[in-house]
């Protein structure tokens, strides 16, 4: 299975401890985090999270994508297909053991600088792994959470098909849930 892959703007690969550059940016900007952690990281803890973040499973198919600006090369983001955690504040990446899928739903992710808001990016990459999940992975089912104020990633996940389920149990609280199924896609 080809772990690499493209969308018309955006080229996915892996998530390496490379890739701390853009990490440093997601998680340092504020703003970005302002929905997500709440606060933002620091350069320490970013690189101590760096080897845990990488690991993947499902022979690869779940884990962190890196997103490149194919234009410009440049790193804007990354998009995840992940365990989703329900009792757990964060995500559980010590469920990602190499050929093994995870014992729980998976959800998707996105994150991204905030330079690129607006221009479609979220949503592209959004599509693009729901379409890899589903045509290329052989996930049944992918499951999304937002913060009660996030607006923006709620609108992205509509436009790619997803069902709003109100209120779901994710992250040890209740947050707005999304799903989409294989059968519907």
Known sequence: MKLEFQ?????????VEGDIDIELALWTDPEVVRFIAGEVSTVEEIRELMPVVTKR???GCIGIWC???KTTNEKIGHAALLPLPTDAEDTEFEMLQSDQWPDRDIEIGFVLKRSTWGAGYATEACARLVEFAFLEASVETIYA???????????VLKK????????IR?????????????QNY
Not at 7 to 15: A, C, E, G, I
Not at 145 to 155: D, G, P, R, Y
Not at 160 to 167: I, P, S
């Open 57 to 59: 499973a499902g022979s």
């Open 7 to 15: 969308s018309k703007r955006l080229h996915f690969r892996p998530l």
């Open 67 to 69: 997103l490149i600006e």
């Open 160 to 167: 790619c098909g997803f069902q709003d389920l109100g209120l």
């Open 145 to 155: 959470t937002t913060n009660h104020q996030n607006l923006a990633s709620q609108n």
């Open 170 to 182: 994710a992250f040890a609280g209740h947050y707005p849930g999304f799903k989409i199924e294989r």
